[in-house]
């Protein structure tokens, strides 16, 4: 474990502290904490898949809500009911159950976007990218070891750089008692960016 006075804790005078017997409390943490970093690096969030992902929730929420509450019961809701199960034609053809294919359509985006990734951003404002960075974080269940990878939002773009990561134990950053020392942490992850940013694409 990493020693109480190993580095000083940035910016805060709150010590940060994980349940050291449960890895969701710990990566949890690191992930908040990694996305104070990125921040203070000049980059700021980008929400805009949070926010589709938000939308299409409400709309489910909203779906089923409606089905449910209807004041009136079957046959008698039949048309709305087949107004529910034809909602958004003009983005699928046919009758298709709209909960079930919003549903499937968050799944897709998990899949396929977000992954593991705690972080989207933009690019640095005044920055000559193009593009922002995806963070990504692993932390296995039964293990200690922690993965921590940074990419570019755009692979394909011009100014993307070679994605970067370390691997590391939770152990050199927390205390016997969980105590987050925050220096030694901020220290690695802003020593990946700093990698991240100066790793060129390959041509």
């Known amino acids: 474990m990493a020693s109480d ?3 000083a804790t940035p910016a805060k005078a709150t010590p940060k502290k994980a349940n050291l017997l449960d890895p969701h409390s710990i990566k949890h943490l690191l992930d ?4 104070d970093v990125v921040k203070s690096k000049g980059y700021t969030e980008d929400t805009r898949l949070g926010n ?9 929420i909203a ?21 529910c199960i034809a909602l958004y034609p003009f983005f699928f ?12 359509v968050l799944l897709i985006l ?5 992954k593991d990734a705690i972080l989207f951003t933009h690019p640095p404002a005044g920055s000559f990218n193009s593009t922002g960075l995806i963070i990504f974080s692993k932390l296995p269940r039964f293990s200690d ?18 994605p970067v ?34 790793e060129r694409k390959s041509k």
Request: net charge neutral; proline share 3%.
């Open 145 to 162: 070891m922690y993965t921590l990878i940074i990419a570019s939002a755009d692979p394909q773009s011009i100014s993307a750089n070679k």
């Open 5 to 7: 006075g190993a580095a």
């Open 63 to 83: 779906v089923a809500l409606l089905a449910q509450f209807y004041p009136k019961k079957f046959p008698q809701n039949r048309e709305f009911l087949l107004g």
């Open 165 to 198: 990561h370390f691997t590391k134990s939770v152990t050199k950053w927390f205390t016997k008692e969980g105590i987050l020392v925050e220096g030694l942490f901020w220290k690695d992850v802003e020593k990946l960016i700093d990698d991240y940013n100066s």
């Open 52 to 60: 589709l992902k938000l939308g299409i929730g409400a709309a489910v």
């Open 32 to 35: 908040e904490t990694i996305s």
């Open 93 to 104: 053809t046919g009758c298709v159950d709209t909960y079930v294919v919003l549903n499937v």
């Open 110 to 114: 998990s899949y396929t976007k977000e």
